[in-house]
């Protein structure tokens, strides 16, 4: 089983001192890395959508790109703290 986390975007720009975020697209396009910015969304038709704004692609071939809009230093204790190369051993670090 994977441990994952869901995280209110409202107040984030704030945290991370930008400017407010236009959409949760737009929030998730500063995540330290491309790769965890997916989500998915649920319209008042019952249907649901896949959010990406980096794509899906690097994700299923199994690599975690630093996102040049973010900390890198952020990025690298993020892949430390969640030992994401422990893990999923075959992962693929991309800068």
Known sequence: ???WQVKNQVLMH???QHSQY???ADAMSF???QETAVAVKLDKYGNF???APFGLTSLFKGYITFNLKA???TFWQ???KKCWL???PKLVIKK
Do not use: G, Q
Request: cysteine-free; overall charge positive.
């Open 31 to 33: 995540w330290p890395e």
């Open 71 to 73: 900390d890198e230093h």
């Open 78 to 80: 993020r892949v430390k």
């Open 49 to 51: 959508s896949i959010v």
């Open 22 to 24: 236009l959409s949760s």
């Open 86 to 88: 422990t893990t999923w």
């Open 14 to 16: 704030i945290k991370r």
């Open 1 to 3: 089983m994977v441990n």
